[in-house]
């Protein structure tokens, strides 16, 4: 829910016309809108309707809705509705909810079920209005008018000749008298002796809508409002309201209109617009309904709205004010309104008992103010205005303008004027931001203390005894003598060391004080201080300003709500409550002669009507909408499987004052005796409820406080647990016969049961550990990365395919592939696929090589993960001669194979170095070297091929085995003196590069 307008005008007040003829400020009305955010199904809503349970019901183009202050449960022809274009709502006699559509008629049977019967010549028919009266149900339709009465319809013929007119609406006289309006004309149902007699006939005028009051009928068409008076047609006197569509009277007799202009109320011969400058979301109204609380709803173009019935009278820019923040109010002898705001100075006459916007004064910078910003304003004995600004004090003569501005010049402070006040000795008292000084017979003086003379005061009071009060931002509250004395209240006094903003004198002698955040304190004759806080019912401790009315009530606006003390205790009031803005403005507070309170806030200006009309006292009605068990409904009276999961229970206050303020109580009757305080929340939770019989009850409180009368119950019971039933307990003897007869056997049987399940277990735990066993030498063996076998596989297997390398080398027999080829791989520039790509890239380059170099691969072939970008290829049972074949493979498969890196579709081409080496080295002495060296050499051939520009292969052969070095000096020597070694025949080098 969206509060469309700023909230703050009385349901009733003259908005726009009155036909006197003045003009009166436009208030803004306490509106709160819906539309499709809020759940409603479709934005043009065509009418709205209160059931007798208390739910609000609405109609639109896309289904029906029923909402209850939390949300809207929406209905379409889905849910066996006859269409989802929704016409009209009304509720019977009986308290039946009927439902009109464009293609016929239903009635609510029951939560969330609908009956739509046939209901003859009414099947498919377009329905335009339904009026329930005396038991039966009138439909006025495309296909006549229509009663229905205990579930049989009748067509009523109501105009000479065969065909009946299109019927657009219906009411009734407390005579039986039936109002019949169709789009020729009015008719009329129950005078005289004729079943109807036509009583208005206007050419080409549709009767939309009608209303009875009294001894009048309201009749609303394309043409304006007419009224049936005394026997005859009494034409518009407003030519303003015109296309009325819609007519609704309220309990006190008014009548409220829905056009295409907005809404109008009628009142005697006082007439009311309402529009969208008033707050309204749209001015193309189709329904109104008044519900039990006193609440307008509004069906029009863009969703639904209600008016909240209110005390306060709120004015904004769209009123008439010059600013929507009212920095100070004052009243002169002539009862004229003064407004201090952000925008200058207003002045607003009193005529015939309301404000006149026509009669008003402005004074801003194009009237010579300096500063536009108000502060302060007092009125001097000769009739003149002063006005505080922050470019000094300003003096306001009638008819001729800024007659003098007091400055620094001329004895100030400083120019930044804040309080003002004329005392009843004609002296002028002014306070700057600089400290506060006294005018005098046109000269500016010192105040008579140094506290004073420094303070700067945010207000200044007068109380009946003459003493000047003095709330300042630094020096606490000081109270001033007229015989010169002072005395000054501070945080050690029990007052507080904050900024004060506001002082008001009461009639006993005491004032009141609000301050920046400590709350709100009463210091009493004596001197004595009392403090009162949020702990005591105040809506915020900071306090912007205080007033004490002329009951003696204190009134308190704050940053979160004006609050009114009464003596005993707090009364707070909100936005629902008719606020314009939770925070009021610092001093703004006055009460005129003729008694009207006024409130500045932060957006705009209120007037408080004691006499505003609303039914607060209304209570609310509360239902259990569902009970739920494991999530699936359950009947009343329904008898519950014993543990069978959470019972939830939902339940709604139906008051529509302010939904976000209803709270409920509860209670398990003849379980729970005390009521269960729920907040807020609409539903709670059983679980694992005993058996038994059960009454869950719940109650509903309003905004003010006021409980639903009735108590709103579901009984269910609850199945006992088996264990506590007779046939469980006789069950349980037999067995315990049964049991000592068979204890001897099933105890020697249960423990040869227990050991073959002890000897499953250790089998079972066995195969499990072997299992695990095998996973974790399988992972101790593997890169977690690539999948690929890491070094400890190599080293745990490599023993025996040297031995066997090595038999094959013993005797004189030669074998055909007895060599083992090692080949170090190492991926080209990978670092800088790291640092470009980031590690994941990287990662990802890995595996792909992995699993492109392992294709190039026989099955009987290791590729292991030696560590970072290098890769070791062990081929065994491999003629030394292949080694070129197979190192040319693996270069070309990696260079021709792009990789896209990421989600950028960045691609790479990764190419590799390729070192190789074969075992054993020298085939003469083939013990020379083992089969770690052999390694090393493939690592030397892998830096060889990186110096040849990479991208390549480079192959260590064997040539003449040296005589005297053993196996590591000579590695050590192919690595510092490789030139020397290949010159000498020991070494050749093959390679890819040319």
């Not at 009639?507 to 009392?530: A, E, K, Q, Y």
């Not at 040539?959 to 050590?972: C, K, R």
Request: charged share 25%; glycine share 10%; net charge negative.
């Amino acid at each position: 829910m969206r509060v469309f307008a700023v909230p703050g005008g009385v349901l009733f007040i003259l908005l726009f016309l009155v036909l006197s003829g003045r003009a009166a400020w436009a208030v803004q009305l306490n509106v709160e809108h819906y539309d499709t955010r809020d759940g409603i199904p479709q934005v043009q809503v065509l009418t709205v309707h209160q059931c007798d349970e208390g739910y609000i019901w609405l109609g639109t183009f896309g289904g029906l809705s029923r909402f209850n202050g939390r949300g809207f449960r929406h209905f379409s022809a889905r849910d066996g509705l006859r269409s989802n274009y929704i016409t009209a709502l009304e509720t019977d006699s009986t308290g039946h909810l009927w439902i009109a559509t464009s293609s016929g008629l239903c009635r609510v049977a029951g939560r969330d079920r609908f009956e739509c019967q046939d209901h003859g010549e009414l099947h498919g028919i377009h329905i335009h209005d339904l009026h329930a009266v005396d038991g039966a149900l009138w439909v006025a339709s495309d296909g006549g008018l229509f009663r229905v009465e205990d579930d049989s319809i009748q067509a009523v013929e109501f105009a000479a000749g065969s065909g009946q007119p299109r019927v657009l609406s219906v009411a009734s006289a407390d005579d039986d008298v039936i109002w019949v309006g169709t789009d020729t004309g009015l008719f009329v149902l129950g005078e005289g002796d004729s079943t109807g007699s036509r009583v208005v006939e206007v050419p080409e005028m549709q009767v939309a809508a009608l209303a009875v009051v009294e001894n009048r009928v309201w009749i609303g068409s394309g043409r304006g409002l007419y009224r049936w008076e005394d026997g005859g047609l009494v034409e518009p006197e407003d030519p303003l309201l015109v296309d009325v569509g819609h007519l609704r009277v309220d309990d006190d007799g008014r009548i409220w209109a829905s056009t295409a202009t907005g809404l109008v109320r009628v009142e005697g011969s006082r007439v009311d617009h309402l529009g969208v400058n008033n707050g309204l979301a749209s001015e193309i109204l189709h329904q109104t309904f008044i519900d039990r609380e006193g609440i307008v709803w509004m069906a029009h173009d863009s969703g639904l709205s209600k008016l909240l019935p209110s005390k306060f009278v709120g004015y904004n820019i769209g009123s008439g004010l010059l600013s929507a923040f009212v920095r100070s109010l004052a009243e002169d002898d002539m009862g004229r309104l003064w407004l201090g705001t952000r925008n200058g100075a207003q002045v607003v006459s009193l005529i015939d008992g309301e404000r006149r916007l026509e009669s008003d004064v402005k004074i801003t910078a194009a009237e010579g103010l300096a500063d536009e910003r108000v502060y302060s304003i007092t009125f001097t004995g000769d009739g003149d205005a002063l006005l505080a600004t922050s470019q000094g004090v300003v003096q306001w003569r009638e008819g001729e303008g800024v007659a003098n501005v007091l400055v620094e010049e001329d004895g100030l402070p400083s120019n930044r004027a804040r309080a003002l006040l004329h005392d009843s000795r004609g002296r002028t008292w002014v306070s700057t931001d600089l400290g506060t000084v006294l005018v005098d017979n046109g000269a500016v003086h010192a105040a008579p203390t140094p506290d004073l003379a420094a303070a700067y005061a945010m207000r200044i009071r007068e109380d009946e005894a003459g003493r000047i009060w003095f709330a300042t931002l630094q020096h606490g509250l000081v109270m001033l003598k007229e015989n010169g004395s002072h005395r000054q209240w501070r945080g050690a006094d029990g007052l507080t060391d904050e900024m004060l903003w506001d002082v008001v004198p009461s009639g006993s002698g005491s004032v009141w004080v609000g301050s920046n955040g400590d709350g709100l304190f009463h210091v009493d004759v004596d001197g004595s201080i009392t403090n009162y806080t949020v702990e005591d019912g105040l809506t915020d401790d900071f306090v912007w300003q205080v007033l004490v009315d002329n009951d003696g009530r204190v009134w308190a606006y704050t940053n979160r709500g004006l609050s009114r003390f009464d003596g005993s205790g707090f009364e707070s009031f909100g936005e629902s409550d008719g606020l314009l803005h939770l925070e009021g403005a610092a001093t703004a507070a006055l009460q005129a002669s003729d008694g009207g309170l006024w409130f500045g806030s932060a957006d705009g200006l209120m007037r408080y009507e004691p006499d505003g009309r609303g039914r607060g006292e209304v209570p609310p009605r509360v239902v259990i909408e569902e009970v739920t068990l494991g999530g699936q409904p359950i009947k009343h009276s329904e008898r519950l499987p014993h543990a069978s999961g959470s019972l939830q229970i939902r339940f709604a206050g139906l008051s529509f004052l302010d939904e976000e303020a209803v709270t409920y109580r509860y209670r398990l009757s003849d379980v729970e005796k005390e009521w269960t305080e729920g907040g807020n929340s609409g539903s709670v939770t059983y679980a694992s409820l005993g058996g038994g019989d059960y009454i869950f009850e719940v109650q509903a409180r309003n905004h003010h406080g006021i409980w639903s009368r009735e108590v709103a119950s579901f009984p269910f019971s609850v199945q006992p647990p088996f264990w506590a039933t007779w046939w469980f307990w006789t069950a349980v003897f037999l067995a315990l016969g049964l049991l000592a007869h068979t204890t001897l056997h099933l105890r020697e049987r249960a423990n040869r049961i227990r050991q073959l399940e002890l000897e499953r277990i250790v089998d079972r735990r066995t195969a499990e550990l072997s299992e695990a066993n095998r996973r974790l030498e399988h992972a101790s063996r593997t890169d977690p990365l690539t999948g690929l076998p890491n070094r400890r596989y190599l080293f745990d297997r490599i023993d025996h395919d040297v031995a066997e390398t090595r038999r094959r080398y013993a005797g004189n027999q030669v074998e055909e592939n007895r060599d083992m080829i090692f080949m170090m791989i190492d991926i080209d520039h990978f670092k800088s696929i790291n640092d470009r790509y980031g590690h994941d890239a990287g990662d990802k380059v890995l595996c792909a090589l992995a699993r492109l170099l392992a294709s190039e691969l026989r099955a009987s072939d290791d590729l292991i993960r030696w560590g970072g970008e290098e890769f070791l290829v062990m081929a065994r049972n491999a003629e030394a001669s292949l080694a070129r074949n197979l190192a040319d493979r693996i270069v070309n498969a990696t260079r021709g194979h792009e990789l896209k890196l990421n989600e950028k579709e960045e691609v790479l081409v990764p190419t590799c170095s390729v070192g190789i080496a074969t075992f054993p080295f020298f085939h003469e002495r083939p013990a020379l070297l083992d089969w770690e060296q052999a390694i090393q050499l493939a690592d030397i051939a892998v830096y060889m091929a990186k110096n040849k520009g990479r991208n390549g292969w480079v192959w260590l052969r064997a040539g003449s085995p040296p005589a005297d070095d053993d196996g590591g000096t000579f590695v050590e020597r192919t690595r510092e003196e490789r030139a020397s070694l290949i010159e000498s025949g020991h070494v050749f080098v093959d390679s890819s590069f040319k």
